[in-house]
């Protein structure tokens, strides 16, 4: 019999994206980094936690994308992390991955999200972000890989664009599971697995078997930076 915090892994489905939009809002809400792109977060939650959702949907229907969530196992629909890839480059294993995902239903739903997104923000601009602070930190991220992943060794990878847990179902290994499904997709690629950690993230991924590739760039953070995990294409 399942215990009350036992989880499973499962594909996320379109369903999943507001419960881990809320998830990365949470978590994220006071971090230094949220506090620079969405100051206003406090006075307009809603405006603050449409961001997420946007960006969770978005990355979803990306044909390059696998995601992935936690959930209980008592309740299959109760989501408490999640982690989102994306896979990288031109080579076969990135056309294999995108051939995977693309359908003309896939194609739809992005044209849906799509013009539903630009109308919401149109209709109701995003009072809880600064824009000048999210064009600088898109400078930021477009430094970041001119240096670091320009050359052609680093352009196919997986990239894991964002990988979170509930503050109270840390510290169970959920996190390490989440992981495993950009470990295993690595492998089967020979190709490295990157992301950006915080400070404290940092420390979580050198566990891991990560590396520090480099630290981040013009960016507020002073600690954390980006790093690698390199595998080996089996024989």
């Known amino acids: 019999m399942a215990s009350d915090k036992s ?19 949470k978590t994220f809400g006071d971090t230094s980094l ?7 977060r406090h006075q307009y939650p809603a405006d603050h936690g449409r961001i997420y959702e946007h960006r ?8 390059r994308n696998r995601s992935f969530v936690a959930c209980s196992a008592l309740n299959p629909q109760t989501v408490v992390g999640y982690v989102q890839l994306a896979r990288l480059g031109d080579d076969e294993g990135a056309q294999v991955q995108i051939r995977g995902r693309q359908s003309l ?6 044209l849906y999200y799509w013009a539903k997104f630009q109308i919401v923000d149109y209709l109701w601009p995003n009072k ?22 320009s050359h052609e060794a680093l352009a196919a990878r997986w990239y894991v664009q964002s990988l979170v847990v ?19 997709r690595a492998q089967q690629d020979g190709v490295p697995v990157c992301l950006e950690a915080s400070a404290q993230g940092e420390m979580m991924y050198r566990k891991l078997g990560f590396q520090l590739l480099g630290r981040f760039s013009g960016h507020m953070e002073t600690k954390g930076g980006i790093m690698i995990w390199r595998s080996e294409k089996p024989s």
């Open 128 to 149: 809880a972000v600064d824009l000048d602070h999210f064009k600088q930190f898109r400078e930021w991220i477009a430094l970041d890989e001119q240096l670091h992943f």
């Open 105 to 110: 239903w896939l194609t739809l739903q992005s």
């Open 56 to 63: 969770r949907m978005r990355c979803f229907l990306d044909p």
């Open 7 to 25: 989880v499973i892994i499962r594909p996320a489905t379109i369903r999943d994206m507001s419960a881990m939009a809320r998830i990365a809002a």
């Open 34 to 40: 949220d506090e620079f792109l969405s100051p206003h």
């Open 166 to 184: 509930l503050e109270e179902w840390q510290m169970q290994g959920i996190g390490k599971r989440l992981m495993k499904e950009a470990f295993v």
